[in-house]
């Protein structure tokens, strides 16, 4: 080992505090699934394919975009009924949008790792290996079949979701399938969509060419896996300046080394925001604003949020949500599973102090529909979230503060923000691409 490998790594072991959290060991390339690189071209086009919406005008792009660190740029976007990307999304005027999405569109990185086994802010889709297709999720095991992953399972939900992708049921056939129940099977959901798709010859000789099977039919499970080897390849997101120092070649110093003594020492940070993506997949109820159109079924009260107990059923996951990973989180804005704060430092503070008061000025929505903050007037409801939150206040003065933000930023890949294969100019279905 060269010299300057061997102090790299002196240096690393004097930085780790004493009577704290260790660092995580350094990524290696044996913590994620391998991809398969058709797959990958392939899974691109259907990323950015506003064809695998009901309407056709929305892709998972739309909600998921490398311009906004793989998110939307606001705490609760407008799926369908919108128009534009983003915060310049607005509500289109002939098919104006019933409702927001009640909650905010997470970050991608790394979910080709294999440690991401729990996904959504209330983990409904999990890895399983007791269930018969290996995941836990709201659907019936039989639906469920022939997706290779957790990360390729998630894509089942935003396409049946009138708010998100599906559309109201008298403006196509997929919500209409939807809404009747119809999902699998011929003439299903999933089934018209995966139609739609192989009737292009380009999506078509794709499919066959990663199958090795010309003329075998394409599932949306297919559909799905395909997207999952684009989103594992695309956003790995390892090479930050933390990374350097937890593999010697470079170590952090200043501000940021003195954040990462607090991240993993007296701050606590660690304790939820622990391994090689600061994330520990579990639930944990953190006092975020609630406001919007809520997420409940449609014969349930909205505008509240019980977060992993409409998982689990019990009470004691009330407003709890899953740990994010901290990977890029300085291009991931706005924070919560609300969106609630846009300024990280904000974020911050309200995280170590939930009982600050909230400024729904922090908030970024690109329309105002049934007075989203309507929901912090709820007394009763805002001291139920709060008392929900197990951890007292954290001490932090404003030099630590600014310590813990100067590590944060230290968890950013500029390569991987910059992308690989990119947006591309045009999709097979010849409709219009965001960018």
């Not at 660190?69 to 609760?76: A, E, F, R």
């Not at 196509?172 to 959901?189: E, F, M």
């Not at 739609?196 to 090795?212: D, I, K, N, S």
């Not at 929900?388 to 500029?414: C, H, K, R, Y």
Request: with cysteine; glycine share 10%; proline share 9%.
């Amino acid at each position: 080992m060269k010299l300057s490998k061997i102090i790299g790594a002196l240096l690393v072991l004097l930085a780790r505090p004493i009577a704290a959290d260790p660092l995580p060991d350094p990524i290696t390339g044996d913590a994620y699934r391998k991809t398969d690189p058709v797959a990958v071209r392939l899974g691109q086009l259907l990323f950015y394919d506003p064809i695998l919406s009901g309407n056709r005008n929305i892709s998972c792009a739309s909600c998921h975009h490398p311009r906004f660190g793989t998110g939307d740029g606001v705490s609760l976007n407008i799926g369908e009924g919108g128009l534009g990307l983003g915060p310049d999304r607005v509500a289109d005027p002939l098919n104006p949008p019933e409702e927001l999405v009640p909650r905010n569109a997470p970050a991608l990185w790394n979910l080709g790792a294999h440690e991401f086994t729990v996904l959504f802010h209330d983990g409904r889709i999990e890895t399983d290996p007791s269930r018969p297709t290996g995941l836990r999720t709201p659907l019936e095991d039989e639906m469920v079949e022939g997706f290779a992953n957790v990360l390729s399972a998630q894509t089942m939900f935003p396409v049946l979701s009138q708010d998100e992708m599906a559309g109201h049921y008298a403006e196509n056939d997929v919500a209409k399938a939807t809404r009747q129940g119809l999902i699998t099977g011929p003439g299903g959901s999933w089934d018209r969509i995966a139609r739609r798709v192989t009737a292009l010859p380009e999506y078509r000789a794709g499919f066959e060419e990663w199958l090795g099977k010309p003329g075998a039919e394409v599932t949306f499970a297919d559909i799905s896996n395909a997207i999952s080897d684009f989103i594992a390849a695309e956003w790995r997101a390892d090479q930050s300046p933390f990374d350097a120092h937890l593999r010697g070649d470079m170590p952090l110093e200043g501000s940021a080394l003195q954040g990462m003594t607090l991240f993993y020492g007296e701050a606590g940070c660690s304790s939820c925001h622990s391994g090689p993506f600061q994330s520990d997949h579990s639930f944990h109820a953190m006092g975020v604003p609630q406001f919007g159109p809520g997420k409940a079924a449609r014969f349930e009260q909205h505008t509240k949020d019980l977060g992993r107990m409409r998982v689990t059923g019990r009470a004691e996951d009330a407003y709890a949500f899953r740990t994010p990973s901290l990977r890029n989180i300085t291009v991931t804005a706005p924070y919560g599973h609300t969106g609630s704060h846009l300024n990280l430092r904000a974020f911050l503070l309200h995280h170590i102090d939930p009982r600050r008061p909230y400024d729904p000025a922090q908030a970024v929505l690109p329309v105002a529909l049934h007075d989203p903050f309507r929901p912090l007037l709820d007394l009763d409801e805002a001291e139920a979230i709060l008392a929900a939150v197990p951890t007292s206040e954290i001490i932090l003065d404003e030099a630590e503060i600014d310590a813990i933000l100067a590590f944060l930023n230290a968890l950013t890949d500029e390569g991987a923000v910059a992308g690989r294969l990119g947006v591309p100019h045009t999709v097979p279905s010849g409709l219009p691409v965001d960018r």
